[in-house]
Protein backbone atom coordinates (compact mmCIF):
# COMPACT_ATOMS: atom_id res chain seq x y z
CA UNK A 1 0.00 0.00 0.00
CA UNK A 2 1.24 3.65 -0.91
CA UNK A 3 -0.13 5.80 2.06
CA UNK A 4 -0.06 9.58 2.97
CA UNK A 5 1.25 10.48 6.52
CA UNK A 6 -1.63 9.85 8.61
CA UNK A 7 -3.50 7.59 6.56
CA UNK A 8 -5.54 5.16 8.82
CA UNK A 9 -6.21 2.52 6.55
CA UNK A 10 -3.36 0.12 7.46
CA UNK A 11 -4.98 0.21 11.15
CA UNK A 12 -8.37 -0.57 9.61
CA UNK A 13 -7.45 -3.20 7.22
CA UNK A 14 -3.91 -4.99 8.25
CA UNK A 15 -4.32 -7.99 6.81
CA UNK A 16 -5.01 -6.59 3.10
CA UNK A 17 -1.35 -5.26 2.69
CA UNK A 18 1.91 -6.90 2.71
CA UNK A 19 3.92 -4.11 3.37
CA UNK A 20 2.80 -0.25 3.28
CA UNK A 21 4.93 2.73 2.50
CA UNK A 22 4.31 6.44 3.31
CA UNK A 23 4.90 8.58 -0.35
CA UNK A 24 7.75 10.12 -0.97
CA UNK A 25 9.03 6.72 -1.24
CA UNK A 26 12.77 6.00 -0.93
CA UNK A 27 14.34 3.63 -4.08
CA UNK A 28 15.84 1.73 -1.15
CA UNK A 29 12.47 1.61 0.91
CA UNK A 30 10.55 0.12 -2.18
CA UNK A 31 12.57 -2.25 -3.31
CA UNK A 32 12.69 -3.46 0.43
CA UNK A 33 9.18 -3.68 0.22
CA UNK A 34 9.01 -4.94 -3.28
CA UNK A 35 11.63 -8.32 -1.69
CA UNK A 36 9.34 -8.48 0.90
CA UNK A 37 5.74 -9.00 -1.44
CA UNK A 38 7.74 -11.22 -3.62
CA UNK A 39 8.79 -13.18 -0.43
CA UNK A 40 5.28 -13.02 0.82
CA UNK A 41 3.48 -16.49 1.76
CA UNK A 42 -0.15 -15.89 1.79
CA UNK A 43 -0.64 -19.04 4.67
CA UNK A 44 1.30 -17.01 7.03
CA UNK A 45 1.49 -13.54 8.96
CA UNK A 46 2.13 -10.84 6.54
CA UNK A 47 5.83 -9.72 7.83
CA UNK A 48 6.07 -6.10 9.73
CA UNK A 49 8.35 -4.07 7.71
CA UNK A 50 10.59 -1.31 8.82
CA UNK A 51 12.61 0.52 6.46
CA UNK A 52 16.19 0.42 7.89
CA UNK A 53 16.91 3.67 9.85
CA UNK A 54 20.08 5.61 8.31
CA UNK A 55 20.46 7.38 11.89
CA UNK A 56 22.17 4.38 13.71
CA UNK A 57 23.62 5.29 17.39
CA UNK A 58 26.11 3.66 16.82
CA UNK A 59 27.50 5.33 13.44
CA UNK A 60 30.04 7.12 15.98
CA UNK A 61 31.70 4.31 17.29
CA UNK A 62 32.49 2.69 13.46
CA UNK A 63 33.19 6.09 12.55
CA UNK A 64 35.03 8.00 15.15
CA UNK A 65 35.23 11.74 14.64
CA UNK A 66 35.36 15.18 16.30
CA UNK A 67 32.92 17.50 14.99
CA UNK A 68 32.42 21.29 14.38
CA UNK A 69 29.02 22.74 13.03
CA UNK A 70 29.95 26.14 11.73
CA UNK A 71 25.95 27.25 11.19
CA UNK A 72 24.25 30.50 12.21
CA UNK A 73 20.42 29.78 11.82
CA UNK A 74 18.94 28.12 15.26
CA UNK A 75 16.95 25.91 13.08
CA UNK A 76 19.30 24.47 10.66
CA UNK A 77 21.53 24.43 14.16
CA UNK A 78 19.07 22.24 16.30
CA UNK A 79 18.25 19.99 13.33
CA UNK A 80 21.88 18.85 12.19
CA UNK A 81 22.80 18.59 16.00
CA UNK A 82 19.97 16.23 16.13
CA UNK A 83 21.46 14.34 13.75
CA UNK A 84 24.19 14.19 14.54
CA UNK A 85 23.37 12.93 18.06
CA UNK A 86 21.08 10.44 16.74
CA UNK A 87 24.27 8.94 14.71
CA UNK A 88 26.32 9.09 18.21
CA UNK A 89 28.29 12.06 18.33
CA UNK A 90 28.30 15.16 20.26
CA UNK A 91 29.05 17.66 18.21
CA UNK A 92 30.46 21.54 18.94
CA UNK A 93 28.99 24.93 17.52
CA UNK A 94 30.41 27.73 16.19
CA UNK A 95 27.92 30.55 14.79
CA UNK A 96 29.54 32.33 12.54
CA UNK A 97 32.95 31.24 10.41
CA UNK A 98 34.89 33.88 12.93
CA UNK A 99 33.85 31.74 15.94
CA UNK A 100 35.06 28.41 13.77
CA UNK A 101 37.95 29.56 12.93
CA UNK A 102 39.14 30.82 16.93
CA UNK A 103 37.30 27.22 17.91
CA UNK A 104 39.95 25.68 15.45
CA UNK A 105 42.79 27.66 16.57
CA UNK A 106 42.45 25.70 19.94
CA UNK A 107 41.08 22.36 19.11
CA UNK A 108 41.65 19.38 16.37
CA UNK A 109 38.52 18.20 14.78
CA UNK A 110 38.23 16.24 12.38
CA UNK A 111 35.04 17.03 10.18
CA UNK A 112 33.63 20.52 10.19
CA UNK A 113 30.13 20.75 8.94
CA UNK A 114 30.26 24.67 7.17
CA UNK A 115 27.24 26.50 6.10
CA UNK A 116 28.06 29.00 3.35
CA UNK A 117 26.26 32.25 4.39
CA UNK A 118 26.72 33.46 7.98
CA UNK A 119 27.51 36.65 9.35
CA UNK A 120 31.18 38.19 10.67
CA UNK A 121 32.65 35.51 8.13
CA UNK A 122 31.04 33.70 5.73
CA UNK A 123 32.06 29.97 5.11
CA UNK A 124 34.17 30.26 2.48
CA UNK A 125 36.55 32.61 4.01
CA UNK A 126 36.64 30.81 6.93
CA UNK A 127 37.71 27.86 5.06
CA UNK A 128 40.42 29.82 2.97
CA UNK A 129 41.65 31.17 6.57
CA UNK A 130 41.59 27.64 7.81
CA UNK A 131 43.96 25.77 5.05
CA UNK A 132 46.00 28.81 5.06
CA UNK A 133 46.99 27.94 8.76
CA UNK A 134 49.60 25.77 8.33
CA UNK A 135 50.15 25.90 12.79
CA UNK A 136 46.78 23.39 12.52
CA UNK A 137 46.08 20.12 11.71
CA UNK A 138 43.98 20.34 8.60
CA UNK A 139 40.26 19.35 9.22
CA UNK A 140 37.58 17.65 6.50
CA UNK A 141 35.53 20.40 5.60
CA UNK A 142 31.90 19.95 4.76
CA UNK A 143 30.37 22.70 2.81
CA UNK A 144 26.25 22.74 3.95
CA UNK A 145 24.34 25.56 1.47
CA UNK A 146 20.73 25.59 0.32
CA UNK A 147 23.05 27.23 -3.04
CA UNK A 148 22.53 23.56 -4.90
CA UNK A 149 23.85 24.95 -8.29
CA UNK A 150 27.08 23.82 -9.86
CA UNK A 151 28.67 26.79 -9.98
CA UNK A 152 28.40 27.02 -5.64
CA UNK A 153 29.80 23.71 -5.77
CA UNK A 154 32.87 24.83 -7.45
CA UNK A 155 32.97 27.67 -5.39
CA UNK A 156 33.19 25.49 -1.93
CA UNK A 157 36.02 23.07 -3.50
CA UNK A 158 38.21 25.66 -5.08
CA UNK A 159 37.97 27.93 -1.29
CA UNK A 160 38.97 24.06 -0.01
CA UNK A 161 36.48 22.37 0.79
CA UNK A 162 36.19 18.31 0.49
CA UNK A 163 32.72 17.71 0.32
CA UNK A 164 29.55 19.51 -0.21
CA UNK A 165 25.92 18.75 1.43
CA UNK A 166 22.59 20.44 -0.23
CA UNK A 167 20.37 21.48 2.45
CA UNK A 168 17.92 20.70 3.17
CA UNK A 169 19.82 17.37 4.17
CA UNK A 170 19.21 13.91 2.41
CA UNK A 171 20.20 11.59 5.33
CA UNK A 172 21.44 8.87 2.78
CA UNK A 173 23.66 12.25 1.30
CA UNK A 174 24.68 13.21 4.32
CA UNK A 175 25.72 9.87 6.37
CA UNK A 176 27.53 9.13 3.22
CA UNK A 177 29.77 12.07 3.39
CA UNK A 178 30.62 11.54 7.02
CA UNK A 179 31.59 8.09 5.89
CA UNK A 180 33.93 9.81 3.57
CA UNK A 181 35.20 11.88 6.15
CA UNK A 182 36.38 9.26 8.01
CA UNK A 183 37.87 7.35 5.46
CA UNK A 184 39.67 10.58 4.41
CA UNK A 185 40.45 10.53 7.46
CA UNK A 186 42.23 7.26 8.55
Do not use: W
Amino acid sequence: MLSSPGDENLKKNPELFVATLTKPVKQRQFSQALQTALNYNQHAAPPEYRPASLLSADFAEKHPLSILVAEDNLINQKLIMRVLNKLGYDPELANNGLEAVNLVAGKTFDVILMDIQMPEMDGLEATRQLRNNSSIIQPYIIAMTANAMAEDRANCHRAGMNNYVSKPIKLDLFVAAMEEAYSAKT
